[in-house]
Nanobody, 122 residues
Framework: QVQVAESGGGLVQAGGSLRLSCTAS????????MGWFRQAPGKEREFVAA????????YYADSVKGRFTISRDNAKNTVYLQMNSLKPVDTAVYYC???????????????WGQGTQVTVSS
């Protein structure tokens, strides 16, 4: 079992930046693909970004491509989501997840964090 926890959310003005962090327990972190998902009020959970076990492959939703960057540091058991040029439509609870193999569907991930709130004001 892998335990996952997110941090770094908060309130930011449109056009600003935030960096989310996600840490995982255990010594097998490097064997998992990692993904970020988000859910806004009244909306379904949607895919944001994913990264392979060694960081060699990344995928982004069209809505965030060019603005968000996913990365990982396996020595620290940590994955990051750098969010730039934030828009009010990015407001959501952001979730970090671990799974294998790399996927964009939420049901392919086995371990989930509790989420961190990101609010972008106009």
């Amino acid at each position: 079992q892998v335990q996952v926890a997110e941090s770094g959310g908060g309130l930011v003005q449109a056009g600003g930046s935030l960096r989310l962090s996600c840490t995982a327990s255990g010594r097998t972190f490097s064997s998992y693909a990692m993904g970020w998902f988000r859910q806004a009020p009244g909306k379904e959970r949607e895919f944001v970004a994913a990264i392979s076990w060694n960081g060699g492959s990344t995928y982004y939703a069209d809505s965030v491509k060019g603005r968000f960057t996913i990365s990982r540091d396996n020595a620290k058991n940590t994955v990051y989501l750098q969010m730039n040029s934030l828009k009010p439509v990015d407001t959501a609870v952001y979730y970090c997840a671990a799974g294998w193999p790399l996927a964009t569907r939420s049901d392919k991930y086995n371990y989930w964090g509790q989420g961190t709130q990101v609010t972008v004001s106009s």
